[in-house]
């Protein structure tokens, strides 16, 4: 098998990184630990706070690249594999932000409403509660964003947090003077700073949510590595006696032995005996594969029939389980591409609204109200009192002072993210909300910008397209059976003898054989002296009589003939892609039963609907080429659009292989053997039904438990698409909202019409472009669905 491993002369290691809060951070740390001798590649990925890099061992070590990034402010560690149940404490600390978050947007909103002329709420709405409520929020929740906001503002690498620290602080600030010197008769909006930190809290919670979501796919692969190794120390001189060693401490070329039942702690060669072996972790195949000495075994696949010895050939990181992992894991550090865009723009726009502010001051100080004089008296004058109570102008040159100010700090406030900080999130709640009522599940916002783009989706056959269940779908008795064992026989007897032998094992055809014989209420009969032969059949006796049951080849090997009219029916079956399973009597043959992974009811409609909108359709298997080009016949799709015989890292190199040429692919999966698959895929789907690691690796879930699941893939894909039109159309109306409020509250209509946004009328306009995000976005739920 090919390794999957990077070179010899570089190795990989993955560091987990906090403290990234932007596309701004992430290319701060990409540049740093470029920068280190010895760092081949670096990729950082801000949804799983991860960096996959790839270095060489004689020239920098892991330890002291996580310090370079702890000392550039982002707190590094090398990625412990070792995963372990969450604690009350993990779920308390991921609990806390989200229900706090919660509290400030609901009293932030409180506060909102007091602006609205008339409308009071006893204490909810004074002064100083909302006064209190701000400095605990700022102190509080809110002091680590004012710390890395100002901190990457220092150091040129401004980010969203700098924008949202500008802006909450100028506010509160403004606030304060305006409570400490009521002479300046300036409003109050202290609920804009609570608004501005809690729904960024919000969104940082519900985002911390999903990454520990994806993070548990690489559990759910660890889990798959034994843990312990029966070692032979002597197996010439004591061949029965084994030490039980960690798995992780085999040595390559060391003996060992493994009971019916366990899985292999590393890939190995069968020095003695032979079994049947489970390997649908590794192919997706739900057959059992016949291993005899000489035949190469997986780590982490199963034994499942005999006691075997084996000769390690690959340990630790080597083995095929392990270079699966590592491909799940270096495929999960690319960067998620929703919101780079506007954190990009944040770092431009915070210096754009500085720049902004600055010059509305200093225009209407030095400018403004020397040509345009009336300003001064059109109402936009403060008043001051003086200690009798006598009201009085304030000078012209403090008043235009005044003025500069108010424009300036409107500018801020009326340019506070809250709309753009809206724009994703409440698209993506509202569209996985409305998909999990409908039995869809779409993890983050990352997935629905790539669905957008998607132009070709890759299909595993085994559980996919197919149920992934054996079952019989064929069976029949020999003609011309000699007296008396043809008396009364017919092809009901053939399945009732055959589920008789197969009855307790847990074989994928024999399973299929007991259930159709129970679907059709057969009597079991009595069957003694049961004996299985790996990879050829069982036998066994019934009412006195030797009785085979398995493949053709081991009935003509016992000297049993097989009938020509017979042979030709079972090549007929084999051609349609059918397993046959053949009977015999003493040394007469009986009959047969065929049994297949049939198709799912749904996956011709399917396909062709997805061709409809426009995807281009590619199948990948683990199985032999005849059966996936009938398979193929079958879904009326070509040739050249089937790809059998591929391992786990033959179908995440087809589909790297695709993407480097320019395609955007969605993958289509549901077992441990499609997860680097999955994961290398620009978008990875798995039913709901597969095994964990697919479910777990996977962006898009089809949850519905339906008749025809894989139908709702249709509906996921244009619930995505929609969901990803809000988030475009939410994005550019907040950047419109600024555009236009922007010049607005730097006063551009004050000369010719008197409009003077102050700071309250600032925060309530950014409310109002919030509130008409959220408004939007709930219109996805007039979509329809089948579901």
């Keep these: 098998m090919t390794s999957l491993s990077p070179p010899p002369s570089t190795q990989q290691i993955v560091l987990a990184v906090s403290g990234m809060k932007c596309a701004g951070c992430v290319q701060a740390v990409e540049k740093r630990l470029q920068q280190q001798p010895g760092v081949a590649t670096a990729v950082v990925n801000l949804v799983t706070e991860q960096a996959a890099i790839e270095y060489i061992p004689q020239e920098i070590e892991p330890d002291s690249l996580a310090k370079v990034l702890t000392t550039a402010g982002f707190p590094s560690h090398v990625q412990n594999r070792e995963g372990g149940p969450e604690t009350p404490t993990q779920v308390l600390k991921e609990t806390q932000p989200l229900i706090l978050a919660t509290v400030l947007v609901v009293l932030s909103g409180v506060g909102h409403l007091g602006h609205i002329p008339g409308f009071t709420l006893p204490w909810l709405t004074s002064i100083q509660f909302h006064w209190g409520l701000a400095t605990l929020a700022l102190l509080g929740p809110g002091r680590p964003i004012l710390r890395e906001g100002w901190q990457g503002l220092w150091q040129n690498r401004p980010n969203m947090n700098t924008l949202i620290s500008l802006g909450s602080v100028t506010a509160y600030l403004a606030s304060v003077v305006a409570v400490v010197w009521p002479q300046l008769y300036w409003d109050c909006f202290f609920d804009a700073p609570v608004m501005i930190v809690g729904l960024i809290l919000l969104g940082r919670a ?62 190995g060669r069968i020095l003695e005996g032979s079994t049947l072996v489970d390997e649908a972790m590794l192919t997706g195949e739900a057959m059992p594969v016949p291993k005899i000495v000489g035949d190469d075994v997986v780590a982490g696949t199963l034994n499942q029939s005999a006691l075997i010895i084996i000769e390690a050939t690959r340990t630790g990181q080597q083995t095929t389980l392990a270079q699966i992992i590592d491909l799940v894991e270096t495929a999960q550090t690319r960067k998620a591409p929703i919101q780079q865009f506007a954190d990009r723009v944040a770092g431009y726009f915070t210096y754009g609204v500085l720049a902004i502010a600055t010059l509305t001051f200093l225009f209407w100080v030095g400018i403004g109200v020397h040509l345009w004089p ?10 001051t009192h003086s200690p009798n109570g006598v009201a009085a102008e304030m000078a012209p040159q403090a008043a235009g002072i005044l003025l500069g100010l108010k424009l300036a700090i409107a500018v801020l406030v009326i340019a506070c993210p809250c709309a753009l900080g809206l724009a994703t999130p409440t698209a993506i709640l509202v569209g996985t909300s409305l998909g999990a009522e409908r039995g869809l599940l779409i993890r983050g916002g990352d997935v629905l910008e790539q669905v957008d783009r998607l132009d070709t989706l890759v299909f595993d056959k085994t559980g996919t397209l197919t149920t992934g269940h054996p079952q019989v779908t064929d069976y029949w008795v020999s003609e011309g059976l000699p007296v008396p064992l043809g008396e009364g026989l017919s092809s009901q007897t053939v ?28 009597a079991y ?21 030797l009785a085979r049951l398995g493949s053709a080849q081991w009935l003509q090997d016992c000297g049993i003939l097989i009938p020509q009219q017979n042979q030709h029916q079972g090549h007929q079956l084999a051609q349609a892609g059918k397993t046959l399973i053949h009977l015999a009597v003493d040394h007469t043959y009986v009959g047969g039963l065929a049994v297949q992974d049939t198709l799912r009811s749904e996956a011709g409609q399917t396909l062709k609907e997805l061709q409809r909108l426009g995807l281009r359709i590619q199948m990948l298997t683990g199985d032999q080429a005849a059966t996936a080009h009938i398979v193929a016949q079958e879904l009326d799709l070509e040739p050249t659009a089937v790809q059998a015989g591929v391992t786990p890292g033959g179908k995440a190199a087809f589909i790297a292989e695709l993407q480097a040429q320019g395609h955007q692919v969605g993958m289509i999966g549901d077992g441990i053997n499609d997860a680097p698959a999955l994961a290398q895929a620009n978008v990875g789907i798995s039913l709901s039904g597969g095994t964990d690691v697919a479910i777990e690796t996977a962006q898009i879930i089809l949850m ?71 408004t939007n976005s709930l219109r996805l739920r007039r979509l329809s669905l089948t579901g």
């Design 206 to 267: 519900l985002e911390s949510q999903a990454r520990g979501r994806t993070k548990t796919s690489l559990e759910k692969l660890l889990a798959l590595q034994p843990m312990v190794a029966r070692w032979l120390p002597n197996p010439q001189v004591q061949p029965e006696r084994f030490v039980e060693i960690p798995a992780r401490d085999v040595q390559i070329g060391a003996w060992l032995q493994v009971l019916p039942g366990d899985k292999f702690p590393v890939d």
């Design 374 to 383: 009336e300003v001064l008296t059109q109402g936009t004058l403060p008043m």
């Design 495 to 522: 399945l009732q003898l055959a589920a008789s032998l197969e009855k307790g094992s847990r074989h994928p055809l024999a399973t299929a054989i007991v259930e159709q014989a129970d679907a059709q209420d057969l």
């Design 525 to 545: 009969l009595s069957a003694t002296a049961l004996e299985t032969v790996p990879g050829c059949g069982v036998t066994g006796q019934i009412d006195g009589a």
């Design 704 to 774: 519905s438990g339906d008749a025809n699941p894989l139908y709702r893939l249709v509906d996921v894909l244009r619930l995505s698409r929609a969901t990803f039109r809000k988030i475009q159309q939410n994005l550019f109306w907040a950047l419109i909202y600024n555009l236009i409020g922007l010049p607005v509250a730097a006063g551009i209509l004050l000369p010719k019409f008197g409009i003077l946004l102050s700071p309250a009328s600032s925060a309530a306009l950014m409310a109002f472009s919030s509130v008409s995000v959220v």
